[in-house]
């Protein structure tokens, strides 16, 4: 690949390769597994590290019109890599494309074309690496500079490849993240056996207790930040009598109604808000989703599959009372609000504004373009909404929200966009070329502010 990717003027080249390039990444929202990061796995093909568990690639190759046999069925390995080059061979535009097109040559030193014509070739290249004694889990992570990983962990998990990571001689920091989403998913039909996980629960007194404990054994294993994923952020006010009669209600097999829903969920939301802020945690949110779309194909392989999509949920009257009831009591934590609905993203970044505060830089963010949207138009959407409306050099940056242990390129193809799009406002004359406090900006965004943000 050109050294110059992306990257289309003099400036932005500059402040690439000089100031972006070989900074640390700081990763600190993912979905890698801390089991196969303690155990440092291998893998037996490029399939195996390429393929497996993406949903991403599953979605493309189903568009392209391949048989599900050859994306998560009972092919070989070997047919699924052939299939996915030929859907990736005319995937133009796609961010996939890229993204592989980077994988390939930082990982496996493959810059020639992706085509059908040099399958084999690539196959033979890729695997030749991956045997090699340094291509494992943590090889890969430490070949990429990471300096923090953030596991997405459900609060009833054990949590114990994490300890056994902290007692390990590995070098990067792998925190949990408390993700207690099934916690409040009291609409789901398996809420009641989820419960039993976290222990004897029986009032929502009895499950605010828990989820305390609970987090503060995450947090005693450094973990810094919380995450949770919805529809939309909730708002709809109860009392505390009127929370227990939801919840019992749920205890007893009876699906709550949807109002009650958002007020159980509005109660624990703002219960978990307050802890996180006591701690100095940061809450992450995510929402604008709609999921599992599919019933044919979530009835065969179960959610994570390729089968959601943006939605249009979320109200941000909702959000912002939400922001509020927990500022007003002094028990507001830093907030990273993402949206997969690229329409919210001015709304978004306005509502923070109106609770920054002095408390630490950019309090309250606006998520790197998240799923959907990080792809380069989505990426310069959100960094230039945030210019226009907020303080990008406050920004913390981008993040993998993988479960690939080779998507550490996304951080590349994020700081080439990044230097590419500050380097023409540069040029533009919009900016003066001082490079003092360019340096500032990018070393900000790519790596500082994060490493501040969270504590790190």
Known sequence: MNKNFMLKTPTAQALYHKIAADLPIIDYHCHLSAKEIYEDRRFQNITAIWLEGDHYKWRLMRSYGIEERYITGDADDKEKFEKWIQTLSTAIGNPLYDWSRLELANYFGYEEPICPENTE???????????????SARGVIARSGVEVICTTDDPADSLEWHQKLRESDFG??????????KALGIEKEDYREYLSRLGEIHSVAELKSALENRLEAFVA???????????????APAGEDVIERIFAKRLNGEIPTVLEQQQFKTAMLLFLGKCYAERGLVMQLHFGVMRDLSERVFKALGPDAGIDAI?????VSDLAAFLNALDKENALPKTVLYSLNPNDNAALVSVMGAFQTGEAKGKLQHGSAWWFNDHEGGMRAQLQTLAAEGHLATFIGM??????????????YFRRILCDLVGAW???????????????????ICYKNAKEYFGF
Request: aromatic content about 8%; overall charge neutral; proline content about 6%.
């Open 121 to 135: 070739k690539m196959w033979t290249v890729c695997c030749k690496a991956l045997a090699k004694p340094a291509f």
């Open 172 to 181: 990067v920091k792998v925190l949990p993240s408390f993700r207690p989403d």
């Open 221 to 235: 294993l450094g973990c810094r930040v919380s995450d949770h994923g919805m529809e939309a952020v909730p708002f």
């Open 311 to 315: 939605g249009n949920q979320i109200r």
């Open 399 to 412: 993040l993998t929200d993988s479960r690939s242990f080779l998507s550490y390129a996304r951080h590349e």
């Open 426 to 444: 540069v040029e533009a004359d919009k900016f003066p070329d001082i490079e003092t406090l360019l340096r500032e900006i990018i070393e900000g």
